[in-house]
């Protein structure tokens, strides 16, 4: 195999520009939904402890919310708190029929257990697609959330015309918010799927046949650019401190044929999905009552 | 790539000795919960139609419970039942505290939809891992019952010390009951894991760099020996007319390291989980009972 590089640098995969019509076609949504029912769309955040980072994803998106008319309600929980507090307040979220849609932001810390915090959750509410159920929903094609960063993946996938059909996508990444079911879409859209992670024996064996690369480790750079198979598409869902993606972005630009940017790329796509679905889980909600 | 042919035939991986060791243990277990609790595990075998490979799996299933001490009570329901007939007969069992784990003979007919039966067996008794959150349970690592047909296969691996971690598995087959969980058990053991299907681009060449092959198509002898790279461990779960696997067997046996044979391999380990995990419901649901 020849390190061949292509002379056209990638087309990149524009995720805020396509955030901003999707966000567009929700704050229509909800705006005739309001309309039509008097009650506004609402999503509740619940936030543990005040891990800085946390802080300004759920502050991004409560703005991004309110500039959709969605209406979101916070939940600021201490440090301390413990599993069958958190449980018993996403217990009561799921209840309140004023809540349309439950986000608990990831990470909830080390002494919770996680899981049993997100099985609290509605699956008709659980429009950031992390249950068990709303999992299986996905690797089944049956109805329900997908998993926010996944979902905005196969939609920056789908707005770029990428066939999936037969080709090779290898996941680079197995969490269950991320990894797994990103690979589960894939594998409904016909993509040959593999998941490489950190036991992986070779993965750059595996990256120079991808067709589709997703990147979902968390680890700067880990996927280096000569890597990247010449006309691949390269989907980087890493967010690394100063803005460092899991992929040498440069050195991937003059092979792939298609790149998303970090940031601009899945990130605004996870927010949009998440609005999307807080409507879409609204809209089933008050009509369902409505219709009572 | 030469095709390097081993002088030594393959092991074969003697399924029908291992489920013997395995029903033996799970008797034993049968035996001491009838002597403590007075009662005998109990599992209901629900078959629709009168298909004649079924009506023989049944048969051989409620043989083999018999064989364990664990009670088999039959529900035949007619080829025309509805969906909704059979979701109601499955709830009712579900809500049956004398029945402690449920079979659905698989398939229902075209004119039920499959899923929703499935999802009408209560996960607690869900002994053959067909639910949506059986699947879950095993694709995250988290307490519940395995399908059984992986969970047959694993056993197998582990039985024969496969190493798992950092190989590459190649899974042919994608189904909701087989191809998928079995991936998703692999990975939970650090496998490479990848997904090959009917839209795979070039299935040889997947084959040709796998490690461990685990095929669950239903296609006879679509893996051609040749395909087999030196050394690798083949799982066949097929089971086409006339005995015959999804791999060819006597080309694959030059070069495989381990191999399953056709009958006596997956088949009887798929009963042996079946019967191991009825009793495994049966003591959680009589104990749970006891202490209250």
Do not use: W
């Not at 996938?157 to 797994?180: E, F, M, P, Q, W």
């Not at 010449?230 to 899991?246: C, E, H, L, Q, S």
């Not at 089933?284 to 219709?291: H, I, P, S």
């Amino acid at each position: 195999m020849s390190p061949t590089t292509s002379t056209v640098p990638a087309q990149l995969m524009d995720g805020t520009a396509l955030a901003r019509r999707v966000g567009e076609e929700t704050a229509a949504r909800a705006a005739e939904l309001t309309r039509r029912t008097g009650a506004a769309p609402c999503l509740a955040t619940v936030l543990v402890g005040e891990d800085p980072a946390s802080v300004t994803y759920v502050r991004m998106k409560r703005n991004r919310c309110a500039k959709a008319g969605i209406v979101s309600r916070h939940v600021a929980l201490p440090a301390a708190t413990t599993t069958e507090e958190l449980v018993a307040t996403l217990g009561a979220l799921s209840e309140d029929p004023t809540v349309h849609g439950i986000l608990l932001q990831h990470p909830v810390g080390e002494h919770i257990d996680e899981r049993a915090a997100f099985e609290a959750i509605a699956p008709h509410k659980d429009v950031d697609g992390v249950t068990l159920s709303s999992f299986a929903a996905m690797s089944f094609g049956r109805p329900g959330f997908v998993s926010c960063t996944p979902g905005g993946i196969m939609r920056l996938l789908d707005a770029y015309d990428v066939d999936l059909a037969g080709k090779r996508a290898v996941v680079v990444g197995r969490s269950a918010i991320l990894g797994k079911p990103v690979g589960m879409l894939l594998l409904a859209r016909d993509a040959t799927v593999t998941y490489c992670h950190s036991r992986t024996a070779d993965l750059s064996a595996h990256l120079r046949e991808a067709d589709v690369v997703v990147a979902a480790v968390g680890r700067p750079e880990l996927i280096r650019g000569e890597d990247i198979k010449p006309g691949a598409v390269v989907i980087d869902a890493g967010y690394n401190p100063g803005n460092v993606g899991d992929v040498d972005f440069d050195g991937a630009l003059s092979r792939a044929r298609l790149i998303t940017p970090v940031p601009g790329g899945v990130g605004p796509m996870t927010i949009a999905v998440l609005l999307e679905q807080t409507v879409a889980a609204a809209e089933r909600q008050l009509e369902a009552r409505a219709a009572r």
